[in-house]
């Protein structure tokens, strides 16, 4: 019974006739190799065909605004951000205390995430989760 239902299978998967990349090479049909491929009767238009790029050729993007309307927007911009600068240079904000307060952040996420990785794996060795470590080591979830 099962040689029989392979057989129906296989008969689903019968390549037609016509197609060209199951008839029989030069060779078996006594042609000298040196005939090209052309030459074997298989017309197929995907391979007679031109290339076609995937790569879509926009036509010209046109702005809907001008370019004196987004230069001035530009400039609004720039002195809105200007006005912020002033306002927290008077605040007593200097630009290197904020590069190192990013640097610290950078660190301190840096840390927690090998902290966070090592739970991980803790839990795993000890077949809880990470929840009921935090709870082992007096950890708060939101931090």
């Known amino acids: 019974m099962e040689a029989s239902a392979e057989l129906d ?4 998967v019968t390549p037609p006739v016509d197609d060209c990349r199951f008839k029989r090479t030069p060779q ?3 042609v000298s190799s040196r005939r090209r491929l052309s030459d074997s009767g298989c017309r197929s238009t995907r391979l007679n065909s031109g290339f076609k790029s995937p ?24 002195d809105r951000l200007d006005s912020e600068i002033a ?9 290197e205390e904020l590069d190192k307060h990013i640097d610290l952040l950078h660190e301190y ?3 927690k995430d090998i902290a966070q990785t090592l739970l991980g794996r803790l839990a795993g060795l ?5 929840r009921d470590l935090y ?6 979830l939101d931090d």
């Open 135 to 140: 709870n082992d080591f007096d950890l708060e």
């Open 109 to 111: 996420n840096d840390i």
């Open 28 to 30: 078996q049909r006594g």
């Open 9 to 12: 299978m296989n008969a689903d």
């Open 55 to 78: 790569v879509q050729k926009s036509s010209t993007v046109k702005s809907a605004v001008h370019p004196e309307e987004e230069a001035k927007e530009l400039r609004q911009t720039l």
């Open 87 to 95: 306002v927290l240079d008077k605040d007593g904000c200097v630009e």
């Open 126 to 130: 000890r077949g809880v989760t990470t």
